[in-house]
């Protein structure tokens, strides 16, 4: 018999082989039921005889007169046969030893033989996969040859080799080496110089498509490489690899130039491999293709090689001649590749609009090369580039021009830092809203509601709102449609940021608009409608009460007339979303009367029948409850046993392993966007997980709306804490995304606080023992490499949420000592990781652009750093007895100058963490390290002053710290003044931050110490007031704005001034904070106790040196100060 794994005559073999073929004719048919029968028939075939079934798809793929169809599914049936070799039970396990020698034997043997091009290609594809199944090397192993399979390598070098073979066969060769190169790259190493001959022919081949396999081959042998010596042995090939390139692109197969180009994406390796060629050599050949008549695809995948190099290695491409200007024109080309049709652009939405695909790539290329540069401190580099654009698109009577400009605005704005620039760039598409071109308003407002996210504090200023808002309203009378849409989506973030005192004057005029809209009877527009009155409803808050009586009926008209119509499902979501918010608007009382009704009405929604995994009701329904409760506090109690059930049903949301079932089941799905993920198993095979997003979303959804229920309702949940616990315990071991991980341990950390605060000790100890005994001996595994960083740092933070929320008194001092110990031993092996591979990247000299796995093990070292903090926090007196010997030492050495910086910062938190739970029992140990945390406040690194203005500041409330007050308070000053006397950017945001704590730290020594500060106490309470309101630190911002208000209300003098003389300053601090992330509410309702106290006729005088918009929150203060009274 001709074919392996066979034990039976040749007859039945060929009969068999006649079966199978009528069998695969039938699965390749259009018969439905005919098709059913033949797969089970194959299925149990090859479950019950495998290896007579692996024989026959050997003959059948042997015999060139069978249709190439049946031939090409015999081959990709047996690539399924020789899959998930090390599986129990799979098909290659049950043929045998002899019969994977033949089976091995075989496929050499078709796939030299084969005439065919696409049977060939599937059966190099069989060979590829069976390889890279079976193939094992150890990583630093260089062996001549590849023991597993010893043919395979000779077989294909000589079909390479040989230029009397069918080109098509040597280039599918070539495929099957580059397919298997991650695993037996060493070998090709180990035969260097054969490895060089077999590319440098092959490369300088007639036939393009071996030109082609070779260009791929080339590549992905330099990716594979990550020592320099070993990837330098083919830099002579760097010249044959371009003209090949060079032929392929000109040879018209856009298959072949599109396979070379995803080859070229830039990696690490290829980029330190290429970059002292890329200015000569590869820029030149991209630019010809990304700028040439060639497909769009294909000049999309050029520009996408050279954004690669950049993301790869940002530093390094930003000192390549004319990289980043080739860049930037293609994008720029790109960009005004619109479709010039406007009225078939106008019949489109946003949201289903046909994809202008070189536009948008040349935006988010853009956009990527920014984020890159930014990272690697070279955006500037990249905006001197984009001035003269600007300056030249801007001015331009070409709408495209225009439209291509204002584009890029969008994409730069996240990253330009200067004020100035950010007042050009507003004032250029403030001018182009009013454009006479559709394309070029929708285009401002897409810039415009990009600034709102990035430049917020600007675009919402007291003299810029006034300037925009008229035109917002104006937007909504836009005689084209698309364009309003896009005006009502910009408002949805900019009506978020803008202040209600500047946005009040516009609502009257805005709802009057928006009530026709809503009552169009046409979807889109309710939609657009009901989303932009729920932004106006969430700022104006109260302000809106008074449309509560005309919005809620229409808006209950609307839920129940497409509570059950699927096709009105965002409808639907978005009206919820709105009552929600007008809830909140008019307060308990005023919704009381609707609430059973539309809590009913989103339990119906949410269990409608057969709706997509993407259903957008449940994320507006969870949203609204979360929003609801917010308002509704206890009386929201009633509602809870009737939509929690459902809401924890989708905590049992998890990732699938991707096999034959969820393939099928996502190539049924509907367009959902899918997220994978490699884990590796118990039994060390790695497996693919995929989540759809919206499965993601749910759950996260989910989770952040169970975890507002506990937070808003406190002791009054304590009845749901086992029922919520024990659907969180799955969560624990998701492995998506660690974002929702760490939610769900914020959640069990929230259970316990209710616990604790219900009086529920048992089940508080049940739920922080549980919680230790499974995340806990996670710490152990952070031993290795490998290792999940993110994962690690995300069950630390779980496990100091978990004791923080506990409380004193439960741990024992034998579990404390653990717990310290393990974070303690994976700070260290961590550090040494970072040894390591600081080591390996100055011997390769190629580390300057890979900061990441640094940040990575050092935001997982102050994680462990936080759990100690949180040993501390409620154990004191059992941590200094056990566990402070331990810690001193490596504070005591990680807070020396020569550290690196990130050391030292994990050595200023510990100290934080000891200042503010130790207190007292920790002064006899400052000698070891508070003089050097005191000198930090003036460190030229934001990282180190921060945390060290934060120490002080906890420090000087112990009576200890007299001795140090009073030449720290006169270096505070400094720091204050340095800081606030800066320029307004962005990237000052960190130092403004660190004299937030600055301030925080000279107001507790005028508090704690002022004795020994007298001299300077009202130059230091001066400097102080000067500097507020903080700008960047909201808890200490609370702190300096808390204390701002008790000297005030004690009529402080250095507060005050004579007479009253610093009191329009005071005022207008306190106005501005009020309700504010800056202030507590205990201080809000102090500013409004004080306000009254004030009266009227004083606040009348006050009133004439505040700002406009102050004048108008005055008038609030005072009114809401009065009701609730």
Not at 309 to 327: Q, R, S
Not at 500 to 517: A, C, D, I, N, Y
Not at 754 to 778: N, S, W
């Amino acid at each position: 018999c001709c074919c392996c794994c066979c034990c039976c005559c040749c007859a039945s073999g060929a009969n068999m082989a006649d079966e199978l073929a009528q069998t695969l004719q039938q699965i390749l048919g259009t018969d439905n039921e005919v098709r059913k029968v033949a797969e089970k028939r194959y299925s149990d075939a090859r479950a019950q005889n495998p290896g007579p079934t692996v024989a026959a798809l050997f003959q059948v793929l042997s015999e060139p007169q069978r249709p190439d169809g049946v031939r090409e599914q015999a081959a990709v049936l047996l690539r399924q046969c020789m899959g998930k070799l090390r599986e129990d039970g799979s098909t290659w396990s049950k043929l045998g030893e002899q019969a994977h020698g033949e089976c091995k034997a075989k496929l050499l043997q078709l796939i030299e033989g084969e005439t065919v091009p696409k049977v060939r290609r599937l059966v190099a594809a069989v060979v590829q996969g069976l390889g890279n199944q079976l193939i094992d090397i150890e990583q630093n192993a260089r062996p001549t040859n590849i023991d597993i399979w010893p043919e395979m390598m000779p077989t294909l070098m000589r079909i390479i080799m040989d230029g009397s073979k069918d080109a098509g066969l040597r280039a599918d060769a070539l495929w099957t080496v580059k397919e298997m190169l991650t695993c037996m790259w060493q070998v090709m190493v180990a035969n260097g110089q054969q490895t060089l001959m077999v590319l440098k022919t092959c490369l300088g081949d007639v036939a393009v498509g071996v030109r082609c396999s070779a260009a791929g081959l080339f590549c992905e042998m330099i990716d594979n490489l990550d020592a320099k010596a070993e990837r330098d042995a083919f830099t002579p090939l760097i010249q044959d690899f371009c003209l090949a390139l060079e032929a392929v692109a000109s040879s018209g197969s856009q298959e072949q130039i599109n396979s070379v180009l995803q080859a070229m994406e830039g990696t690490n390796n290829s980029v330190e491999f290429f970059k002292d060629r890329v200015a000569s050599d590869l820029m030149p050949r991209l630019s010809t293709i990304a700028t040439s008549p060639a497909q769009s695809d294909t000049r999309r995948l050029a520009l996408e090689v050279l954004i690669s190099f950049a993301e790869a290695k940002p530093k390094t491409m930003a000192k390549v001649p004319g990289y980043v200007e080739l860049i930037l024109d293609v994008c720029v080309r790109f960009l005004m590749e619109l479709d010039d049709d406007l009225d078939n652009w106008g019949d489109q939405d946003d949201d289903e609009a046909e994809d202008e695909e070189q536009y948008t790539a040349g935006k988010e290329v853009v956009d990527r090369l920014c984020r890159c540069m930014n990272k690697a401190e070279q955006f500037p580099k990249v905006l001197d580039k984009l001035k003269p654009v600007l300056a030249t698109f801007l001015q331009s009577q070409d709408w495209k021009q225009a439209v291509a400009g204002i584009t890029i605005i969008s994409q730069i704005a996240e990253y330009v830092d200067e004020e100035v620039m950010v007042v050009q760039m507003v004032n250029g598409v403030q001018a182009f809203l009013k454009a006479a071109h559709p394309r070029i308003r929708h285009a401002a407002w897409v810039a415009l509601e990009q600034l709102s996210e990035d430049h917020d504090e600007y675009v919402t200023s007291d003299t810029v709102a006034p300037q925009l808002l008229p035109l917002f309203l104006a937007g909504l009378d836009d005689t084209h449609s698309r364009v309003v849409a896009r005006c009502m989506e910009a408002f949805q973030v900019y009506g978020q940021e803008v202040e209600r005192e500047l946005l009040e004057p516009f609502l009257q005029p805005m709802m009057e608009k928006l009530g026709v809209k809503l009552q169009s009877g046409k979807t889109a527009v309710q939609q657009q409608t009901i989303t932009y009155i729920a932004v106006l409803a969430g700022q104006v808050e109260d302000s809106f009460a008074v449309y509560y009586a005309a919005l809620m009926p229409i808006l209950k008209q609307i839920i129940q007339a497409v509570l059950q119509k699927p096709e009105e499902r965002t409808l639907l979501g978005k009206a919820f979303e709105c009552v929600s918010l007008l809830a909140k608007a008019v307060g308990t009382a005023g919704f009381r009367a609707d609430a059973e009704i539309i809590m009913q009405a989103m339990v119906q929604a949410v269990q409608m029948p057969n709706q997509s995994s993407n259903d957008p009701v449940k994320e507006y329904m969870m949203q609204a409850s979360t929003r609801i409760c917010w308002t509704m506090k206890a009386d929201f109690l009633p509602f809870v046993p009737h939509i929690l059930p459902g809401i924890l049903e989708k905590f049992q949301l998890a990732p699938k392993e991707l096999n034959d079932q969820t393939r099928k089941n996502l190539d049924g799905g509907e367009g959902d966007e899918l997220n994978m993920t490699l884990i590796q198993g118990t039994d060390g095979e790695v497996k693919v997980l995929v989540m759809s997003t919206s499965e993601m979303e749910d759950l996260q959804n989910a989770i952040g709306c169970v975890h507002t229920f506990v937070e808003e309702l406190g002791k009054l949940y304590v009845p749901f804490v086992a029922q919520t616990a024990q659907a969180l315990l799955p969560v624990f071991d998701f492995s998506m995304a660690e974002h929702i991980r760490d939610l769900a341990f914020e959640t069990w950390g929230e259970l316990c606080k209710v616990a604790r605060e219900g009086g529920q000790p048992d089940v508080l100890t049940q739920l922080v023992q549980e919680f230790l005994k499974r995340v806990v001996p996670k710490l152990e595994e952070a031993t290795g490499n490998g290792i999940d960083l993110e994962a690690l740092k995300t069950q630390a933070d779980g496990i100091s949420a978990c004791l923080k929320a506990a409380g004193p008194g439960i741990l024992t001092a034998q579990q404390l000592q653990h717990i310290g110990e393990l974070c303690l031993n994976a700070m260290d092996v961590s550090t040494k990781r970072e040894e390591v591979e600081a080591q390996k990247k100055k011997d390769d000299d190629e580390g300057a652009d890979d900061d990441d796995d640094e940040t990575d093990e050092a935001a997982f070292q102050i994680a462990c750093c936080e759990v100690i903090g949180a040993l501390m926090r409620h154990h004191q007196d059992i941590f200094v007895a056990t566990f402070l010997p331990r810690c001193m030492p490596i504070v005591q050495q990680l807070v020396q100058p020569s550290m690196p910086e990130s050391k030292r910062k994990i050595a200023i938190f510990f100290a934080c963490d000891m200042l503010q739970h130790l207190e007292t029992r920790i002064t006899a140990q400052w000698p070891q390290f508070l003089p050097q945390v005191i000198a930090d406040i003036v460190n030229p690194s934001t990282d180190i002053r921060q945390p060290a203005c934060y120490a002080v500041a906890l420090a000087a409330k112990n009576p200890a710290f007299a001795q140090f007050a009073m030449e720290t308070s006169q270096t505070l000053m400094k720091v204050v003044t340095d800081a606030r006397a800066r320029a307004k950017k962005k990237s000052e945001r960190p130092a403004q931050a660190a004299a937030d704590n600055a301030l925080s730290a000279i107001a507790e020594i005028l508090l704690h110490h002022q004795p020994t500060v007298a001299a300077l106490e009202a130059q230091l309470w001066s400097v102080w007031l000067q500097a507020l309101p903080c700008q960047e630190d909201e808890e200490e911002g609370k702190k300096n704005h808390g204390v701002l208000l008790q000297m005030v209300q004690a009529e402080k003098r250095e507060i005050v001034g004579e007479g009253g003389a610093n009191l329009p300053q005071v005022f207008s601090i306190l106005v501005d904070v009020y309700k504010s992330d800056m202030a507590t509410e205990e201080t809000s309702k102090g500013i409004g106790q004080l306000v009254l106290k004030v009266g009227e006729a004083r606040l009348e005088q006050l009133a004439q040196q505040l700002k406009e918009k102050q004048k108008k929150k005055l008038l609030r203060i005072h009114r809401e100060a009065q009701q609730a009274s």
